[in-house]
């Protein structure tokens, strides 16, 4: 491994550390209230609070929650220039040739965008597949002055069919699974 590659590696594992910190203090602090996905659809059914659904296209047209507002906060890379490529090649080798997963990018109009659909005093839940966008868009919201965030532990990975309505062709838990892992069912 060279000297360039570790230092971006060390550099990945010390902003994922830094932001694990910020998200359980906007948790531990009440900024960001929990809900596991039972609790949300019950939410959503009963108190008839909006779904904001923050994953991207690749994942949301294979399942979404019936009634949901998807504002991606990563939507996939399509572009092809270098640097894209080179990320492309290393999320290849590092496991998007199994898991399907595709080069991400940063929607910089995520925020303008849900400041277009909700209020800053509306009572959002939001999610993702797995948990980790959904957390990064609450801090966003909460930084932005959304005082009313839940966030979906586990993300709709860890849903039941029971917990949420779905629409789409395949159960909520599955929508973040590609590659040759869903051409082999796995």
Do not use: H
């Not at 994922?16 to 939410?43: C, F, N, Q, S």
């Not at 849903?159 to 838990?173: H, V």
């Amino acid at each position: 491994m060279q000297a360039g590659e570790e230092d971006f590696e060390l550099k990945q594992m010390r902003d994922m550390a830094a932001a694990k910190k910020r998200w359980d203090a906007m948790i531990r602090e009440g900024k960001v209230k929990i809900l596991t996905p039972r609790e949300a659809g019950y939410a959503i059914q009963l108190s008839n609070k909006p779904l904001l659904d923050v994953r991207p296209s690749s994942e949301r047209e294979k399942a979404w929650v019936k009634g949901s507002t998807w504002v991606p906060i990563f939507e996939v890379d399509n572009k092809f220039d270098v640097g894209t490529l080179s990320r492309k090649a290393t999320n290849f080798v590092m496991g998007g040739w199994w898991s399907g997963v595709p080069t991400l990018s940063y929607d910089s109009q995520f925020l303008s965008k849900v400041e277009e659909k909700f209020p800053k005093d509306a009572e959002l839940i939001v999610t993702c597949q797995k948990g980790l966008r959904s957390l990064a868009a609450c801090e966003l919201l909460c930084n932005a002055g959304y005082k009313n965030l839940f966030w979906v532990q586990g993300g709709l990975e860890a849903a039941e069919e029971e917990d949420l309505a779905r629409e789409g062709t395949q159960p909520l838990k599955f929508a973040g699974i590609g590659g040759l892992s869903e051409f082999l069912g796995v």
